[in-house]
């Protein structure tokens, strides 16, 4: 397989994360699983068998969600790790992979006047309190440090947000609650929300 086709293979499957994570917050918020709209699909009419559209696209919907739930964590993890090259590529960034897995980072970002060494989380369920937890850490379960990476960007696929943290802001900690759409609860770290200036030195 090509570069290219392994990086379209994952952005058709970060886009299913994405649609599946929204799924499952509006079940959780409604209490019933209600459909992703999807502009690429076309409104479904009656089928012959009675259902209504709404009821296909109910089914659509759990089916999309029964097919993300049985993907590994690793596999959700690349997923979230395509759509960052989507995104820093949109935002004009250059973009670079460290050649195997044995660092803590996962980007290197090109913004120019300097390179960023950039690891990206990213959460797909949403807590019953609205919460979305990130870890701050590795495989070693130490927090990460500033001369191991730059930047941490935690991504919350069900409400299609971007978090950029400067290492050197969190003071070490292990991990991190946010609170992206809830009108209650905010959380400190709210302004670093699509803080994409930071890799611009802004």
Same mark, same amino acid.
């Given at each position: 397989?090509?570069?290219?086709?392994?990086?379209?293979?994952?952005?058709?499957?970060?886009?299913?994360?994405?649609?599946?994570?929204?799924?499952?917050?509006?079940?959780?918020?409604?209490?019933?699983?209600?459909?992703?709209?999807?502009?690429?699909? $076309?409104? !479904?009419? @009656?089928?012959? +068998?009675? *259902?209504?559209? #709404?009821? %296909? $696209?109910? !089914?659509? @919907?759990?089916? +999309?969600? *029964?097919?993300? #739930?049985? %993907?590994?964590?690793?596999?959700?993890?690349?997923?979230?790790?395509?759509?960052?090259?989507?995104?820093?590529?949109?935002?004009?960034?250059?973009?670079?992979?460290?050649?195997?897995?044995?660092?803590?980072?996962?980007?290197?970002?090109?913004?120019?006047?300097?390179?960023?060494?950039?690891?990206?989380?990213?959460?797909?369920?949403?807590?019953?309190?609205?919460?979305?937890?990130?870890?701050?850490?590795?495989?070693?379960?130490?927090?990460?440090?500033?001369?191991?990476?730059?930047?941490?960007?935690?991504?919350?696929?069900?409400?299609?947000?971007?978090?950029?943290?400067?290492?050197?802001?969190?003071?070490?900690?292990?991990?991190?609650?946010?609170?992206?759409?809830?009108?209650?609860?905010?959380?400190?770290?709210?302004?670093?929300?699509?803080?994409?200036?930071?890799?611009?030195?802004?």
């Amino acid at each position: 397989m090509s570069a290219g086709m392994a990086v379209e293979s994952l952005m058709a499957g970060a886009e299913i994360a994405v649609l599946w994570g929204q799924a499952d917050f509006r079940r959780k918020r409604t209490g019933k699983l209600k459909a992703v709209s999807d502009r690429s699909v $076309r409104p !479904t009419r @009656a089928s012959p +068998t009675g *259902a209504s559209p #709404t009821e %296909t $696209r109910s !089914t659509q @919907a759990r089916s +999309t969600q *029964a097919a993300v #739930t049985r %993907t590994p964590a690793k596999r959700l993890g690349e997923m979230a790790e395509a759509a960052f090259l989507a995104k820093v590529s949109r935002l004009k960034f250059g973009v670079a992979c460290p050649w195997g897995d044995s660092d803590r980072y996962d980007f290197i970002v090109d913004a120019g006047k300097k390179l960023w060494k950039v690891q990206v989380k990213s959460a797909h369920r949403v807590g019953e309190d609205g919460t979305y937890s990130f870890r701050a850490h590795g495989s070693s379960m130490a927090a990460y440090k500033a001369d191991e990476i730059d930047v941490l960007v935690a991504y919350v696929v069900p409400e299609d947000v971007w978090y950029v943290f400067p290492v050197r802001e969190l003071g070490g900690l292990r991990s991190l609650k946010l609170f992206p759409g809830s009108r209650k609860k905010r959380s400190k770290f709210e302004k670093y929300r699509e803080a994409w200036w930071i890799l611009r030195g802004r």
